[in-house]
């Protein structure tokens, strides 16, 4: 003799299931996207520290003001942020990219990228929830380099 509450219950648990197997691959991989974008950005950020720490302040040496150091000059710090990120023609993988920091203390450069990453099931979930809008997650890194010269 045969239940008649049990009739589809394996058919639920399969459905469930393959919803919650669904879930996790959704947020391995938006993770995974994210992750890779931000370690890529800080490798940028990285090089573009690195490549402004060398950016010496000419007049300040010539002057004789630089001591035991060499001082680092804001302005060509900036000007060897953008040199390093427009010889790298960054725009093609991150078109979003952004510089809202290039500084330095006249020892230590300090750089601050940001990219909206559009990441591959934000936008499903922004269109369900509006948690994200436009489907995009901020990326932001910090790199510090001190000056070589010492």
Known sequence: MRRRGEDGS???LIVFYTL???????VAVDASAFFLAQRGLSSVADGAAVSAAQALDEDAIYAGRAGDELPLDAGGVRAAVAGYLTDRELASTYPTLQVPEA??????VT???TYD???PFVALVSALTNAFPGGTVRVEVTARARSPFR
């Open 10 to 12: 394996i058919s639920l």
């Open 20 to 26: 919650i197997a669904a879930a996790m691959v959704v």
């Open 103 to 108: 500084s330095t203390d006249g020892e230590t």
């Open 111 to 113: 750089v601050t990228l």
């Open 117 to 119: 990453k559009k990441l």
